[in-house]
């Protein structure tokens, strides 16, 4: 089982973010999808570039990361692009395959009930999904044990984010303090947090 938290802001002077998430369980409960998508720029197109990414992950959730990616490369030809990190988490296997282009961080926090060890950084791929040409697409997969936590957080959130984060919070609480404490002002932000129960 995961436990999700899912928190945001809004750059001043817009109405809506050009962040968006993407949490969804597919195979009937036995895998997960959680992506954090940063649409280029900000504003109104900026989010309808990020939600057609997102709706072209949902339509094909049981596929790898690197297929997704491709299709999302694919569906954004002409768009401005976004960037964006993908994991697809086999709960059956406790298995995470994870994969990022452009700067959304990922960061797996290996925990015990009360201490965060050891942590893992998503290695992103330089690029735009949707405009030029697409890196070589491997993604890394690792194990994903009881009490560890994967987080995305979008450039608008402080690449320091997971350097002082409490083990005991609820993936909520967790989500909402990134933001709180490591937002940036002047940018869209989004921190998407699932943990491992």
Do not use: K
């Not at 939600?51 to 768009?79: F, K, S, V």
């Not at 406790?94 to 925990?111: D, E, M, P, T």
């Not at 450039?155 to 404490?181: M, T, Y």
């Amino acid at each position: 089982m995961l436990e999700f938290g899912v928190a945001g802001r809004i750059a001043p002077g817009e109405r809506i973010s050009g962040d968006l998430e993407v949490v969804h369980y597919y195979d009937g409960g036995g895998g997960a999808l959680v992506a954090a998508i940063d649409g280029i720029g900000h504003g109104e197109q900026a989010a309808a570039t990020a939600r057609l990414a997102a709706d072209t992950i949902l339509r094909h959730p049981e596929e790898q990361p690197a297929a997704l990616l491709r299709r999302c490369h694919a569906a954004l030809r002409g768009t401005r692009g976004v960037v964006l990190s993908i994991a697809s988490i086999d709960l059956r296997q406790a298995a995470l395959s994870w994969l990022g282009i452009g700067n959304v961080s990922g960061v797996v926090c290996r925990g015990t009930a009360s201490v965060l060890t050891a942590r893992e950084e998503l290695l992103a791929r330089p690029g735009v999904v949707g405009y030029g040409e697409l890196p070589a697409l491997h993604a890394s997969v690792i194990p994903l044990r009881a009490r560890d936590m994967l987080i995305f957080a979008t450039d608008g959130i402080s690449r320091h984010f997971s350097d002082d984060l409490a083990s005991g919070a609820s993936a909520q609480s967790l989500a909402d303090a990134i933001v709180a404490h490591h937002g940036r002002r002047n940018d869209d932000a989004l921190v998407v947090v699932a943990r491992a129960r």
